[in-house]
């Protein structure tokens, strides 16, 4: 179980059985993309929804799998990337002194003033994860969102 | 006579069984031919190893899950499977010792199917005994035999081809004057060209004869087209869009006068899923209020958590849309006949649950016959809409909902809520000074009453909406 922050409030994250590979990302890492391909369900781009079981262990930690947890009645897959925004210059500043000697590696990839967005240099959707828990938790940011894709039953 | 035993929320269910040969033919769907109960059997056959008997409910309350409506009756026919929720895998391997099950397919959110095995002589009595001590072992959230249901649908005959009855409800079938007084309401405007209203879905057919005049603005942040067409049976935003402001002699929106934004935000998955990326949608939202000067944002979506960055899209499309008298957003409550999810529960949008042609709530039971859906509801449940057998416009060719251009059978609260935001539109045709709290407020006070009451309802929000009613009192400020 993780978890994330909206509108102040704790939403949790159940832990599932499936991982999201970006089969590029895989492919230039050597792993076989063919077998995954042939097993997961297509979301967007060359993302794609594979049992956990199905991925070669050699990906394991690394930038070809975004964790997929569930919530809400959806799958909510978690990108490598966390928008902010601060509220004041000030705080903008707080974030990126935060972002600056936190234990996660970030990129700033944009920055309008108090509008930032964030990357960690590991690609990792779990590391966007903790970057917006960690900025929530002691900067306290009017938002500060990891990217979700969801997948949620058809309208 | 054999009987099946089951659980359905903690209750044992009983269910009778008959014999294929005794079995009453099934009601046909509309314009089929009925055909013999060994034939409908044969073809239920080719989907899954299915015993020959099947079931009809016996009439006693809570004692079977088949049901009586008014367009016929449905039958249930049990397999040899066993549909377990909220599994672990420790159960699924007991009840393959205890009944040497095999696991036949994993769905999503836990649900594993097991299968009795082939060689067992008695493979329903296997699944549903498997199904009851598995419930009773209390280590599952439901299990139960996999049932296959022969659903017949509502005779379209008793619907014209030509009917929005919808937009002025005639009482085929239903009550008269059931509908959202269209006709009453154009009296006073058919809808402003200056007043945008933007559906956000899975892209709107934008070439469509009577939408392409009424389109003005698009955005595809999904795939990044130059336009905001659909992908291949991605019909849903399409149809939202004819409800709107479809232009037609035949088929008309509520507010035909007014002009459609079209963003496409989402696509279908290849399980009749929806995938949608947070980021882009509330883009795609600030875009519709922005850019595109959206005075209403029609979202016939939603389900999963919430997310701060559509919040506060949502929020400052309220805030700075219009400059600064804020555009409507109008949200779809859902579809699930549970409480109302994520953004259907935010404060300061219009929530939309869906009626029927009889002025009633939406339920699984209601007259409409449509048993497989219902109207979310809650605190935050603003207003109803038709959401029933709902004519409107259908992606070009063969591909959609129907053959042509136009479909007769869209449904959900996705139906109702695009009736909802061209209410506000023809509102803010009629007096553009209103601030967008000012629009709901309208819209939702000046909804007629479908339960006695005068009150706000957790079931009804304040009543099926009437558009006549909302541009008089938008006239009166």
């Known amino acids: ?155 | 006579m054999r009987v099946l035993e089951y659980y359905v929320g903690g209750t044992l269910h009983r269910l009778r069984l008959r014999s294929a040969s005794r079995m009453a033919a099934p009601v046909p769907a509309s314009g089929q031919k009925s055909g013999p109960p060994g034939r409908l059997l044969g073809e239920l056959q080719g989907q899954s190893r299915v015993q020959a008997v099947t079931a009809l409910p016996d009439g006693k309350p809570g004692s079977s899950v088949a049901a009586t409506n008014r367009y016929g009756t449905q039958a249930v026919v049990p397999t040899e499977s066993v549909a377990v929720d909220g599994s672990r895998v420790a159960e699924v391997t007991w009840a393959r010792k205890r009944f040497g099950l095999v696991v036949v397919r994993e769905g999503r959110q836990g649900k594993v199917l097991l299968q009795a095995p082939p060689d067992t002589p008695d493979p329903l009595a296997v699944a549903a005994l498997a199904s009851r001590e598995l419930v009773e072992r209390g280590k599952v959230g439901a299990a139960h035999p996999n049932f296959l249901r022969v659903v017949t649908r509502p005779a379209a005959s008793m619907v014209s081809v030509h009917d929005q009855w919808a937009l002025d409800n005639a009482g085929r079938p239903g009550v008269t004057g059931a509908d959202v007084h269209a006709l009453a309401a154009w009296t006073v405007t058919i809808g402003s060209p200056s007043v945008r209203i933007a559906v956000l879905d899975e892209g709107v057919d934008s070439s469509h004869p009577l939408l392409k005049d009424a389109v003005v603005a698009e955005l595809d942040v999904v795939d990044g087209h130059t336009h905001a067409r659909p992908d291949g049976n991605d019909a849903h935003g399409t149809a939202c869009a004819g409800i709107v402001a479809a232009q037609g002699d035949d088929l008309r929106g509520l507010a035909p006068g007014c002009r459609l934004v079209a963003a496409r935000i989402a696509k279908s998955g290849s399980d009749d899923s929806w995938i949608f990326d947070d980021f882009d949608t509330a883009d795609a939202i600030d875009w519709a209020w922005d850019d595109a000067a959206a005075d209403v944002l029609s979202n016939s979506w939603g389900g999963g958590p919430p997310v701060d960055v559509i919040i506060r899209a949502f929020a400052r499309a309220r805030a700075k849309g219009r400059k600064g008298k804020g555009s409507v957003v109008v949200v779809a409550a859902g579809n699930e006949q549970a409480p109302v999810g994520f953004p259907g529960n935010l404060q300061g949008i219009l929530t939309v649950g869906a009626s029927n042609q009889w002025d009633e709530r939406k339920t699984k039971t209601s007259k409409d016959g449509e048993d497989w859906w219902g109207s979310n509801h809650g605190p935050s449940l603003d207003v109803m809409a038709p959401g029933v057998a709902i004519r409107t416009t259908d992606i070009a060719g063969g591909k959609g909902y129907a053959r042509g251009d136009v479909t007769n059978r869209f449904n959900g609260t996705s139906s109702a809520t695009p009736f909802v935001a061209a209410a506000c539109g023809l509102v803010l045709s009629v007096n553009g000074t209103l601030g967008e709290a000012k629009v709901r407020e309208i819209v939702a006070h000046s909804a007629d009453r479908i339960t006695g009451g005068t009150k706000h309802s957790n079931l009804v929000g304040w009543g099926r909406l009437n558009a006549y009613a909302a541009v008089r009192a938008a006239r009166r400020g």
């Not at chain 1, 925004?85 to 500043?93: K, N, R, V």
């Not at chain 1, 960690?134 to 894709?149: I, S, T």
């Open chain 1, 1 to 155: 179980v993780s978890h994330y922050f909206a509108a102040g409030e704790r939403v949790e994250l159940d832990a599932t059985d499936d991982v999201a590979v970006d089969l590029d990302v895989a492919a230039s890492l050597g792993a076989d993309t063919v077998p995954l391909e042939a097993l997961g369900t297509p979301l967007r781009g060359r993302l794609v929804l594979v049992a956990s079981a199905d991925v070669p262990g050699s990906l394991d930690g690394t930038a070809a799998l975004q964790p997929v947890y569930r919530a809400g009645g959806a799958l909510v897959v978690v990108l490598p990337e966390v928008r902010v925004e601060a509220g004041s210059l000030a705080m903008a500043q707080a974030v990126r002194d935060c972002v600056g000697a936190g234990p996660v590696p970030v990129h700033v990839v944009r920055d309008d003033g108090d509008l930032m967005t964030l990357r960690p240099a590991s690609g990792r959707g779990a590391d966007a994860l903790d970057v917006a828990n960690l900025l929530h938790d002691e900067v306290g940011p009017l938002m500060a969102q990891p990217r979700f894709l969801r997948i949620t039953p058809r309208p």
